[in-house]
């Protein structure tokens, strides 16, 4: 479970929710870097700590031990520092919000061996896996807002996207950027309302932050393929997709254009896609004989749609939902009147 959400479900019975919500939202930017980490952790958590370090020296001193010479200097808080007295209590409910999210690999590690040094008897494994920080990161999708479009680019999704976005005529730098903060923001936000989809959803729904239909839609789309690439295994957030393409245009229908939008009634791509599956695969020519690519070109040019976006859907394998069920209905009427032995099913994956 990622911080935000174990604080968005457990706000009730955190004692320093407010500390702890601080903490994280500042610390989401630091997460790939152990030193930025460090620093935080020293200037923000461990007051009592140094207090206690503080008092050490100073009895040495009035005592002339000769490993504190010189009197130390008295102790000061510092701006923004958690409060002595309740800085302990923090970093352990801190520890219990961020241990399940990898993102706060080095916070975790600094967390942990304070613990360790405490409670030696029962040590934790906290040594940060870096290469695993980074994956969490990307898998996590809530490192925004960024201040440069190239900062999203480094990543296959985001540049399918920005290629998508440029496709409809969305091609001003600060516009672009702008889609990019407001779609992870608004999947984040859909994220620490998952237990409710119809809630969600809504989330998305009620967003009025895009200067187009089309804009809206292609950001709904995008949660969608971002929920399907690096969250399949999470049912509560394909409950999300699910509920969020009952919502949304067919992707045919979404580049802006009134051919577009007169196509939408011939059927979405992932029908038009199995239909040609089969009707290959009757001529012995299908998935098992043809690259994938070439029948996605196949299709795009028998529909007018985009070989790469045709293909981006494919490759990941298509199944329908409840969305397709009137479309299903009636294309299957078109090849039972054909008697071509065709008959594409809701619960299989193509």
Not at 102 to 108: A, E, I, N
Request: hydrophobic share 35%.
């Amino acid at each position: 479970m990622r911080a935000k959400e174990y604080i968005a479900y457990n706000q009730a019975t955190l004692k320093y929710s407010d500390e702890i919500r601080q903490i994280v939202d500042e610390m989401l930017p630091l997460r790939s870097s152990r030193q930025q980490t460090v620093d935080y952790y020293n200037r923000k958590l461990i007051a009592d700590i140094r207090l206690q370090a503080c008092l050490l020296q100073k009895e040495l001193y009035e005592k002339n031990n000769a490993m504190q010479p010189e009197a130390p200097e008295e102790f000061q808080m510092r701006d923004g520092e958690i409060p002595v007295e309740i800085a302990a209590g923090v970093r352990d409910e801190l520890f219990d919000v961020i241990k399940e999210d990898k993102t706060f690999g080095y916070l975790y590690f600094l967390l942990g061996n304070l613990r360790n040094s405490q409670r030696p008897t029962n040590p934790i494994d906290c040594v940060p896996d870096e290469r695993g920080i980074v994956e969490a990161l990307k898998t996590s999708r809530d490192d925004y807002p960024k201040s440069d479009l190239s900062e999203y680019l480094d990543d296959d999704i985001n540049f399918a996207q920005y290629q998508d976005l440029t496709e409809v005529g969305i091609t001003d730098e600060s516009k672009l950027l702008s889609w990019f903060n407001n779609a992870y923001r608004i999947y984040d936000e859909m994220r620490l309302a998952k237990s409710n989809p119809i809630s969600a959803v809504k989330v998305f729904l009620d967003d009025n932050n895009y200067e187009s239909q089309v804009a809206k839609d292609l950001a709904g789309r995008f949660i969608c393929e971002i929920i399907i690439s690096t969250a399949a295994g999470d049912k509560r957030l394909n409950r999300i997709k699910d509920e969020l393409e009952r919502h949304l245009p067919d992707e045919s229908s979404m580049d802006g254009s009134n051919e577009a939008h007169e196509d939408k009634t011939k059927g979405s791509n992932k029908i038009r896609t199995v239909v040609v599956y089969e009707l290959l695969q009757k001529l012995g020519k299908g998935k098992s004989f043809n690259d994938l690519s070439k029948i996605c070109n196949l299709v795009a040019y028998l529909t007018g749609g985009s070989p790469r976006k045709i293909y981006n859907e494919a490759q990941k394998g298509i199944q329908f939902t409840d969305y397709h069920k009137k479309e299903l209905s009636e294309v299957n009427k078109i090849l039972a009147d054909l008697s071509l032995g065709i008959e594409l099913k809701k619960d299989k994956e193509y």
